[in-house]
């Protein structure tokens, strides 16, 4: 027997489960598909490991030095992939911005959403120092990050 289950991921790829093998592709939907074994119970959270929840303030880029986004997610790469395909109407598919270049975590949704306002009163160039402290070239760290 042949269990299909869907669930939300955090970065497109799909999980192909076979008893005590997993195989990890690439795939072109923030959806996974899961091929499990009846006898098998799954309980699985890429985003933050087996057990705690993780929120994520994120700063999105249109270019370096360019129009800038402050968001919080609890599912950061998810979130990003909705971005980067215009998923979400509103300023960052507006302003073609797209590019995650600075992200923080914390482990309560109060927290982030603290930081996210704080972040949210600063001035630009405080903003463009702490993306530059951690990624000086802005490059877009979605690429780099499988399993945040």
């Not at 955090?10 to 076979?18: A, E, F, Q, S, V």
Request: hydrophobic share 45%; charged share 20%.
């Amino acid at each position: 027997m042949v269990l299909w289950v869907h669930a939300v991921l955090i970065r497109p790829i799909n999980i192909l489960i076979i008893p005590k093998i997993i195989f990890l592709c690439k795939g072109h939907s923030p959806f996974m598909s899961l091929i499990v074994n009846p006898l098998f119970i799954i309980t699985f959270n890429i985003m933050s490991g087996w057990n705690k929840k993780q929120y994520y303030v994120y700063i999105l880029a249109t270019h370096m030095r360019g129009t800038l986004y402050i968001g919080v997610t609890g599912s950061l790469l998810n979130r990003v992939w909705q971005h980067k395909h215009n998923l979400n109407k509103g300023f960052t598919n507006k302003y073609g911005i797209h590019r995650l270049v600075y992200y923080e975590m914390y482990g309560s949704i109060h927290q982030a959403i603290e930081r996210e306002k704080q972040l949210k009163h600063w001035k630009r160039m405080w903003k463009i120092e702490l993306i530059e402290k951690v990624n000086p070239k802005w490059h877009d760290l979605y690429d780099d990050a499988p399993f945040l």
